[in-house]
């Protein structure tokens, strides 16, 4: 487990009803973290994180790279306000290098109420300490993809949650998506 003093100091975000608002008030944590765990990749580059719910899995633009993670999260239904916990929450990452600007185009998947008719696709809550975990594993896939080391480290593992039913592939995103982890 993590301890809280090791995560950076940034904006924390705000429970609202609106996927639009948590998602822009939830986008400065992410962002800042990235920039605390990019800092130390190679002295000059610069690199960004943009959030983009268009990139397609499995198909990055050409001269862009591809990582997939696996993280766990909450989810609201905006119709019914039914809440639910799930530890299949895929998150997509392109990044691309260039003359030493680096850009990482993020996309994490959502998920829709099984208990709603017609529910909207609801955004993930992630903590911040998932996001810290994705953001360090993605910096290691940086460093593999982008700057060609090899540091033969593993991923490191998010924290779960305690979640009481089965994932359910037909409100899943990244199911339908064909994308989803399922072991």
């Not at 003359?99 to 990482?104: A, D, E």
């Amino acid at each position: 487990m993590l301890n809280p003093v090791e995560l950076p100091r940034c904006p924390q975000t705000q429970t609202t009803t609106s996927n639009t608002d948590t998602d822009r008030m939830a986008q400065p944590e992410w962002t800042c973290i990235f920039q605390m765990k990019t800092k130390d990749l190679k002295q000059g580059d610069t690199w960004r994180l943009e959030f983009d719910e268009i990139i397609v899995p499995d198909c990055p633009n050409p001269g862009w790279e591809q990582y997939i993670r696996n993280t766990c999260a909450r989810f609201k239904c905006t119709k019914c306000g039914r809440g639910w916990p799930s530890n299949r929450v895929m998150v997509v990452f392109h990044m691309r290098l260039t003359s030493g600007h680096g850009v990482v185009k993020v996309r994490p998947f959502c998920q829709n109420c099984k208990q709603c008719s017609d529910a909207p696709m609801e955004k993930p809550k992630i903590t911040s300490e998932n996001i810290d975990i994705l953001l360090e594993n993605l910096v290691e896939k940086i460093r593999i993809k982008c700057y060609h080391e090899d540091l033969g480290k593993g991923h490191r593992p998010f924290i779960s949650l305690d979640v009481k039913s089965p994932h359910e592939p037909a409100h899943c995103e990244a199911c339908i998506a064909g994308i989803c982890t399922r072991n």
